[in-house]
């Protein structure tokens, strides 16, 4: 059981049957009455978030959510391999089951598999990830300052992010996943 004292941002709990993480909370003092606790609560299992007021001292159950480490493998008429690295079991995903994750799959990539009573309802990356720029325009163009400003590149995967100028095709950049927004050039 977990209090709304508790609470915190990125804690797990089960709301209404359903595994979900709060993504953010807020302890608010009502006059004369007592406290509640407002958070926004993201579904695990659909990544839809919705709005929930608490009383304070109100307790939740915790989810009986399992991690386990899995090997990107390879992407196959729409469905994405993984392995367990354990015990060598093969699992595949759907498009719609990995979400936005796949913007940044790369393979022999490492991820942690979300299960909740024995099916994968989610699927973490690293919070980082370094990715080949296949196609973005050339530098040196008018514009092309040293602050401020952008260009969107495709990176091998797919995904597009938007780069600073001085980005060409080759280089290799680090990308944070939870934001697809780029970090750095790497070397």
Do not use: W
């Not at 958070?39 to 304070?56: C, D």
């Not at 973490?124 to 952008?150: C, H, I, Q, R, W």
């Amino acid at each position: 059981m977990v209090s709304t004292s508790d609470f915190r941002k990125g804690l797990k709990v089960e709301f209404k049957g359903e595994p979900c993480e709060i993504v953010d909370f807020q302890h608010v003092k009502m006059g004369r009455s007592g406290a509640i606790v407002r958070t926004k609560l993201k579904s695990l299992k659909t990544g839809s978030v919705l709005e929930q007021t608490f009383r304070s001292g109100e307790k939740l159950e915790s989810p009986q959510l399992q991690e386990k480490k899995m090997h990107y493998l390879y992407m196959q008429d729409g469905l994405y391999y993984f392995m367990d690295e354990e015990t060598y079991e093969q699992i595949h995903l759907t498009d719609d089951q990995l979400g936005d994750a796949k913007k940044f799959l790369k393979e022999n990539m490492i991820v942690i598999f979300l299960y909740y009573k024995g099916a994968p309802i989610n699927v973490e990356l690293p919070t980082f990830v370094e990715l080949l720029v296949t196609k973005t325009d050339p530098a040196g163009f008018k514009g092309d300052t040293a602050s401020g400003g952008g260009k969107p590149a495709t990176l091998e995967t797919g995904a597009v992010v938007k780069v600073p100028f001085h980005i060409n095709e080759g280089d290799t950049i680090k990308v944070d996943t939870r934001t697809s927004e780029y970090i750095e050039r790497v070397k």
